[in-house]
């Protein structure tokens, strides 16, 4: 009996780390804040034969949001610009691939993000495979690649996925922007 105690103690263990790794496998391979918006945004875009759209910012008035998509591939970009009025009147017209030269090369550096989104598909924690491309984010002067190699990064898993879940959500929130834009602000 002593034996088969022993057996359903190791098991009862064994299950519960199990199903303690059932409970965080969900949690990592959640889909990114980022990804409904991502698709909708591509969709309404080739619905509307597009390849750039901007935006202003929601919550931000001198910021300006603008998007590239190519096939298979999402760049967006948002940043303060020094004459917002300029961009607006870019904007009323419609004028969105200006918009995005403007903010990649005019726009304030210290208030510049760029997301390279390389499958249009929401940013991703890390490739799928490793022969699969990475998303990447640059921030100002700092560039980090969500290819899931923070330690090449020099950076701590914690802090990488600090990062991570904080750039999803900011282009999360730049996404949505533009599918507004598109949709008539509504």
């Given at each position: 009996?002593?034996?088969?105690s022993?057996?359903?103690?190791?098991?009862l263990?064994?299950?519960?780390?199990v199903?303690g790794?059932?409970?965080?496998?969900?949690a990592?391979?959640q889909e990114?804040?980022?990804?409904a918006a991502?698709?909708?945004?591509?969709?309404?875009m080739?619905?509307?034969?597009?390849?750039a759209?901007?935006?202003?910012?929601?919550?931000?008035?001198?910021?300006?949001?603008?998007?590239?998509h190519?096939?298979g591939?999402?760049l967006?970009?948002?940043?303060?610009?020094?004459?917002?009025?300029?961009l607006?009147?870019k904007?009323?017209?419609a004028?969105?691939?200006?918009?995005y030269?403007d903010?990649?090369?005019a726009?304030?550096?210290?208030?510049?993000?760029?997301?390279?989104?390389?499958?249009?598909?929401?940013?991703?924690?890390?490739r799928?495979?490793?022969?699969?491309?990475?998303d990447?984010?640059?921030?100002?002067?700092?560039?980090?690649r969500?290819?899931?190699?923070?330690?090449?990064?020099k950076?701590?898993?914690?802090?990488?996925?600090?990062?991570?879940?904080?750039?999803?959500?900011a282009?999360?929130?730049?996404?949505?922007?533009?599918?507004?834009?598109?949709?008539g602000?509504?």
């Open positions: 009996m002593h034996t088969s022993r057996v359903l103690r190791h098991s263990v064994a299950l519960c780390l199903s790794l059932a409970w965080t496998v969900p990592a391979a990114p804040a980022s990804a991502a698709t909708e945004l591509v969709a309404l080739q619905a509307r034969k597009l390849d759209v901007a935006a202003r910012h929601p919550s931000q008035p001198t910021t300006f949001i603008a998007a590239l190519f096939p591939q999402l967006v970009v948002w940043a303060d610009y020094p004459v917002p009025v300029l607006q009147e904007l009323h017209n004028d969105y691939r200006a918009i030269i903010l990649n090369s726009a304030d550096p210290a208030t510049k993000t760029l997301v390279t989104d390389m499958s249009a598909d929401g940013l991703r924690p890390r799928s495979g490793n022969d699969e491309p990475f990447m984010q640059d921030m100002g002067t700092r560039s980090i969500f290819d899931g190699r923070w330690r090449d990064q950076m701590s898993e914690k802090d990488y996925m600090a990062i991570y879940q904080e750039s999803d959500r282009y999360a929130e730049a996404l949505a922007a533009l599918v507004a834009e598109l949709k602000g509504d």
